[in-house]
């Protein structure tokens, strides 16, 4: 089993910028993806920012939804197992609950179908 633990959400006005973070534990050894995905009120959850979990996998190889590139990056620190997402530019639009999710798939994990772990989320609020 593998545990997510989000932080770093928070209020902001458009145009600001956040930090989040996404601790993992346990058999973090066996994970080949993990990834950013938000639910917006009403809406179904969508994918936001991908990134290969090393270890396991040689490069860093991280992919982006179209309607955050350039604006967020995802990162992460092995030393630490932890991810990030640092959101720049903030829109309105980006206002959802942020989830950090895991996969043993080598598959690039863009689907919440293909997650086999979910973090408990975390509130993004943009104000306009």
């Known amino acids: 089993q593998v545990q997510l633990v989000e932080s770093g959400g928070g209020l902001v006005q458009a145009g600001g910028s956040l930090r989040l973070s996404c601790a993992a534990s346990g058999r973090t050894y066996s994970l080949y993806n993990m990834a950013w995905f938000r639910q917006a009120p009403g809406k179904e959850r969508e994918f936001v920012a991908g990134?290969?979990?090393?270890?396991?996998?040689?490069?860093?190889?991280?992919y982006n939804a179209d309607s955050v590139k350039g604006r967020f990056t995802i990162s992460r620190d092995n030393a630490k197992n932890t991810m990030y997402l640092q959101m720049n530019s903030l829109k309105p639009e980006d206002t959802a609950v942020y989830y950090c999710?895991?996969?043993?798939?080598?598959?690039?994990?863009?689907?919440?179908?293909?997650?086999?772990?979910w973090g408990q989320g975390t509130q993004v609020t943009v104000s306009s």
């Open positions: 990134i290969r979990w090393s270890g396991r996998w040689t490069g860093a190889g991280t």
């Open positions: 999710a895991a996969s043993d798939d080598v598959k690039l994990l863009t689907s919440p179908g293909g997650v086999d772990y």
